[in-house]
């Protein structure tokens, strides 16, 4: 943090008492006389997913709490797939998504697993499963139901939001270049 060419470091999350030290330290009433001059994540890949733009201490202290949060959960790399696919424009919009990481799913690399799963959020029991075995294509099944359910392959899986499926991705438009007769 910086304000009248003093400066202070800040580790977050912070405790209302080192969220005063800062304050007095910088001579300051409210964080709002601070700009936040930079941020480090310590996981080096949040650096790039997450905007930099118009954060407040108070928001950034909330996006630590639930960095610890989704770190002790080991839904870190689900946070970072969610963010990788939705690309959010600003902090606050990345802030929302740790804060609403029940809405995604890192699912199994396995188009035949996720068939079975798909099966199973249906109704289907083991039972049911075990009796179509022999004349279901799971694999196709799984495919189709990634497909129909917008799953995403990202740098740290696959990932599904919950609530409503993702977009299809977009793909480029393929122009065929060269000469014409």
Known sequence: ???SEQSYPLVLP???KQLGQAKES????DFAQAVIASAEYTAPYLNRLIPMDSITVEDANEMALCLQRLKKDGEIMKYCAALEVEEPSTFTEALDMAIDIDDYELISDSEREYGRQALRRMGANDEV????EGCTDFDRLGSEMMEKDGVRQTGFGLVRRLSKPFPPEQEPDQQMGGLSC
Request: charge should be negative.
């Open 26 to 29: 910088l001579r300051i009433e």
């Open 129 to 132: 499963l075990e009796a179509i």
């Open 14 to 16: 912070a405790s209302e």
């Open 1 to 3: 943090l910086t304000a």
